[in-house]
């Protein structure tokens, strides 16, 4: 198994097995907290190998600095059937987040677990919005 993409993006779609992302981030930047993002989406792309055919658990947990849950916590299974004489085949998977709320400025992350092993972990931050200086008169 080989995880070719994982990302926290502004939208994502699977269209026929080809995967569509729109505006990857590593950081969301608020003026206040706490914060709640309109939307967003995790975007996974796994590839798995003809011995790797059968069921498989997905678990994608949201957490913050202190491991304590943050935002979506995703439990579900996968069938991988590979087409005869396709020795391996990607797997395309979204998960959309709608108005994510967030409590603290700081570091998270999303990790991603396939068969109960971590797989990928994803960190991002939520900042505060830099103030602009005021234009002198």
Avoid: W
């Amino acid at each position: 198994m080989n995880i070719e993409t994982f990302l926290l993006c502004d939208a994502a779609t699977d269209q026929f097995g080809k995967l569509n992302i729109l505006g990857a981030f590593d950081a969301i930047y608020t003026k206040e907290m706490p914060m709640k993002y309109p939307a967003c989406a995790i975007a996974v792309r796994i590839r798995f190998e003809k011995i790797e055919e059968g069921e498989h658990k997905i678990k994608i947990c949201m957490i913050d600095a202190d491991g304590n849950p943050a935002g979506p916590n995703f439990q579900g299974g996968l069938k991988v059937k590979l087409p005869e004489g396709v020795e391996s085949n990607s797997t395309n998977f979204i998960l959309n987040v709608h108005g994510l709320e967030l409590k603290a400025f700081g570091k998270y992350r999303i990790d991603l677990a396939v068969d109960g092993q971590l797989q990928a972990s994803l960190p991002f931050a939520v900042r505060q919005t830099p103030t602009r200086p005021q234009p002198k008169t």
